[in-house]
T-cell receptor, first 111, second 116 residues
């Protein structure tokens, strides 16, 4: 899996958009960008994934740069419940092995 | 969506005893499940890959005789921490891959193990 780099921590005001960046400059052509989050004392939760087009679902939007070397996860209206560690993972779609977690970004949503 | 149930959510045990943690895929079959361990303020670290009907594959540094893994059916994998010691206290998380969907990996809610 390609290595990813994320800021260690970020703060966001409640109700504002949270933009979480991820660098993956060594990403291969067949590798997707996945985002998971882990709320304290819970298992990781899938958020979104994408290959090269921007993606949006009920939880978030994923913006991938044209060269695919970086991406941004956007939580449009952050709430206190979005406080969590967010992990950006890059891997091939049909890779059968485990997910490898880096350090992630600890997002703190403040009132 | 795919659901993975992990039980118990938390357990306290005495040093020297064994603890079994169960991981079930509720609405899909999983030939492969993964066991992670997470210490406070650290990321998830893979311990082993559980394969249905065959032996588990352990990561380097993980004692296979201490962390027994059984994957006897397509919906159940168990992790038994044998002769537990305080340093085994951690958050244990299982994961399974649902091959029906693109995002695939679903995680259990985790088990907080405290060895006293």
């Amino acid at each position: 899996d390609a290595k990813t780099t994320q800021p260690t921590s970020m703060d966001c005001a409640e109700g504002r958009a949270a933009n979480l960046p991820c660098n993956h400059s060594t990403i291969s052509g067949n590798e997707y960008v996945y985002w998971y989050r882990q709320i304290h004392s819970q298992g990781p939760q899938y958020i979104i994934h994408g290959l090269k087009n921007n993606e949006t679902n009920e939880m978030a939007s994923l913006i991938i740069t044209e060269d695919r070397k970086s991406s941004t996860l956007i939580l449009p209206h952050a709430t206190l419940r979005d406080t969590a560690v967010y992990y950006c993972i890059v891997r091939a779609l049909n890779a059968g092995n485990m997910l490898t977690f880096g350090g992630g970004t600890r997002l703190m949503v403040k009132p | 969506g795919a659901v993975v149930s992990q039980h118990p959510s938390w357990v306290i045990c005495k040093s020297g005893t064994s603890v079994k943690i169960e991981c079930r895929s509720l609405d899909f079959q999983a030939t492969t499940m993964f066991w992670y361990r997470q210490f406070p303020k650290q990321s998830l670290m893979l311990m082993a890959t559980s394969n249905e009907g065959s032996k588990a594959t352990y990561e380097q540094g993980v004692e296979k005789d201490k962390f027994l893994i059984n994957h006897a059916s397509l919906t159940l994998s168990t992790l038994t921490v044998t002769s537990a010691h305080p340093e085994d206290s951690s958050f244990y998380i299982c994961s399974a891959r649902d091959l029906r969907g693109e995002y695939g990996y679903t995680f259990g809610s985790g088990t907080r193990l405290t060895v006293v």
